[in-house]
């Protein structure tokens, strides 16, 4: 759990990012491009920069929704998405920053001129805007908000009232433009700004931007009396003055001079040290390096929920029907269906009859993947498990669905028999089939994996009892990245701590990678099935490699099928290579989770036969909950 940050920063220095515009299109981003669409239209450019940032050592990260309000996403046609398009943005920064990195919700100007010209916005419309963009950062997972960029001071006090009145418990951090002698460019004196701004309920007062480092050092030298009355103050200097060159914009100053200066500021009474415009990861990593800043200190250990004693308020240890109902001594196996596009289910349910004869734990049905229309799954579960007798995992997004119709629908899931829930914030709904839908996200797989525990405790989300426990076996996503395991593990370790009991992973296809990411979790007491998906094409596996995040096909198998012409061909050697990496995995493996391509199940039947006739018992760590009663709150040791 990251330290409160108000307290935090009143004893230490925090190093926060730098730009993220101008990074996004010297990373290729087109420029003129709406940037605060990216995180609806292409959420893994924004996460690979967030990414990149908390590498250099990034203790803060901004969301990307500095120009996400009304007025701005008016000109993309876009006015009506502000809420959904900043809770996209602080989602993605959430997820990138884990447990240890801070995330703050950036707030610009409204693009309004001030004084207001009352023919072209009125006082309310600008402060609805602002309303809906906090509102939609609180929802995404913020720790801070960052109101920044303001060059007049009407504007940032109206800002900073509405962030204190809708979000009183998120901190304020208020920075303001002064490009030269400690002024705004209406002559409004720096330290009488920070004074206003803390009067208005900032908790760190500050400057951004403007016309180079030496302007922003004067400012701050004019607020440090602040410094001294205990207040914190945030400076994020542009790295230099720009110019043109070609088609560039070219920022001069060099991260060794920016680092100098910041140690200036920090003698000022900075406690916050971050960059704007031109700066980069490596402006970031010099300033960690030059200023010597520690990295923030988690209190205590995350500790394992099914581990901590059940009250009242903590999370239940309760293992739910699907792995209690495990065989002692078998390697569990799960395996994925996706629910037809049409009401044809037949084929569906006939595949899940060969499967149940094959041996399979249990079947799990997806959510509307990729936001296309498909058949309820919950209804499909329902078929499934009353047809073979085999549990069902129904996945649960956050998307399509508010807080209160999940809570009923879960209630629902339990009355029709339904015993596992995979908990997903689910995919953009700006990729949808279907026109007019917008994503909702009251919940994000946190907040869900919370909402099941609660049930599975027999209260709702308002602590009302519900008169009888939910049995849920509560499954959390899992994305591994081997080059940088520690952001995903450290979510994985927080979903576990809410009450999350099994956790299934995106494709992966190394048997060096299933080991490594099972070293890494080894400490959490959770089941992780990874996921297996046999290709069926050389096509397949680079689109696979290319257009899906967090999936990564090796070189050598994709150059291997690419060396023949025919699909069929290619088919076989792929298959024979998943049957290879099955066998070597399944010794050791929690359980497997085998994804059906394009819903053909008999791909992976013979997988399911091969996993039965060799009798693998895995890890043996599912034994833990196997023959459990239904209804036990008690998981052995």
Not at 24 to 41: C, I, P, S, T, Y
Not at 534 to 542: G, K, Q, T, V
Not at 598 to 626: C, H, M, P, T
Request: contains cysteine; aromatic residues 6%.
């Amino acid at each position: 759990m990251k330290p409160d940050f108000q307290e935090y920063i009143r004893d230490h220095v925090v190093l926060a990012d730098g730009a993220l515009g101008s990074y996004l299109f010297e990373k290729g981003v087109e420029r003129g491009r709406n940037l605060d669409l990216l995180n609806l239209q292409a959420p893994d450019i924004i996460f690979s920069a967030h990414e990149e940032y908390i590498r250099a050592g990034s203790q803060l990260i901004e969301t990307n929704t500095f120009g996400a309000n009304r007025f701005k996403l008016r000109e993309a046609g876009a006015e009506e998405q502000v809420r959904e398009i900043n809770r996209a943005g602080a989602a993605i920064a959430a997820k990138a920053a884990g447990h240890q990195v801070y995330v703050a919700g950036s707030i610009g100007p409204s693009g309004i001129a001030f004084p207001l010209d009352e023919e072209e916005a009125d006082l309310e419309e600008i402060r609805d805007t602002f309303r809906d963009q906090v509102l939609g950062l609180a929802e995404g997972g913020v720790d801070v908000l960052i109101i920044e960029t303001f060059r007049n001071l009407d504007e940032i006090l109206l800002a900073i009232g509405v962030a204190r009145r809708e979000a009183p418990e998120l901190p304020v951090i208020a920075q303001m433009v002064f490009p030269a002698r400690a002024m705004t460019v209406r002559g409004d004196d720096a330290l009488n700004c920070g004074i206003r701004m803390r009067d208005a309920g900032a908790a760190v007062v500050g400057t951004n931007c403007g016309r180079g480092i030496d302007a922003m050092v004067t400012a701050i030298g004019r607020m440090s009396s602040l410094a001294g009355d205990g207040l914190p103050l945030s400076a994020f200097p542009n790295a230099g003055m720009p110019e043109m060159v070609g088609h560039r914009m070219i920022y001069p100053a060099q991260p060794s001079y920016m680092a100098s200066r910041a140690r200036e500021m920090i003698r000022l009474g900075v406690h916050l040290i971050g960059g704007c415009c031109g700066t980069t990861p490596a402006h970031i990593q010099e300033f960690r390096s030059v200023l010597r800043i520690r990295p923030v200190r988690v209190r205590g250990e995350v500790v394992p929920a099914a581990t901590r004693e059940t009250t009242e308020t903590g999370p239940s240890t309760r293992a739910g029907g699907f792995l209690s109902g495990l065989q002692p001594g078998r390697l569990p196996i799960v395996v994925e269906l996706d629910p037809p596009t049409h009401l044809d289910v037949e084929p569906v349910l006939q595949g899940a009859d060969r499967l149940a004869a094959a041996g399979v734990d249990a079947i799990s049905l997806g959510e509307n993947p990729l936001a296309i229309l498909r058949a309820g799954n919950l209804g499909m579960a329902t078929l499934i498990r009353n047809r073979t007798g085999v549990q069902t995992i129904i996945h649960q997004t956050g998307r399509d669905i508010n807080a209160l119709g999940l809570q009923a629908r879960m209630m629902e899931a339990h009355l029709l028999g339904i015993e596992a829930v995979l908990a997903v914030s689910g995919d953009s709904a700006s990729g949808t089939d279907q026109p007019g839908v917008s994503g909702v996200f009251d919940l994000r797989s946190p907040g869900l994996i919370a909402m099941l525990d609660a049930l599975n405790r027999g209260v709702n989300l308002a602590g009302r009892p519900i008169r009888k426990p939910t049995n849920f076996s509560i499954g959390a996503a899992f994305s591994f990245r081997p080059a940088s395991p520690g952001v995903q593990i450290g979510r994985l370790e927080k979903k576990a701590a809410l009450g999350a009991r099994f956790a299934m992973t995106q494709p992966l296809f190394s048997r060096q990678v299933v080991e490594q990411m099972m070293e890494k979790v080894g400490h959490l007491d959770i089941l992780v099935f990874p996921g297996i998906f046999p290709l069926i094409s050389a096509r397949n596996a680079e689109f696979l490699h290319n257009e899906v995040p967090g999936i990564s096909v090796p070189a050598r198998l994709r150059e291997k099928l690419g060396q023949y012409p025919r699909v069929e061909d290619q088919r076989q050697v792929a298959l024979e290579y998943t049957a290879r990496l099955v066998a070597d995995i399944g010794p050791f493996v929690d359980g497997l989770y085998l994804i059906s391509p394009l819903n053909k199940w008999n791909i992976v039947l013979d997988f399911v036969i091969q996993a039965r006739e060799a009798g693998w018992q895995g890890s043996g760590r599912a034994d833990r909950y196997a023959g459990v009663s239904a209804g036990a709150k008690g998981v052995p040791s």
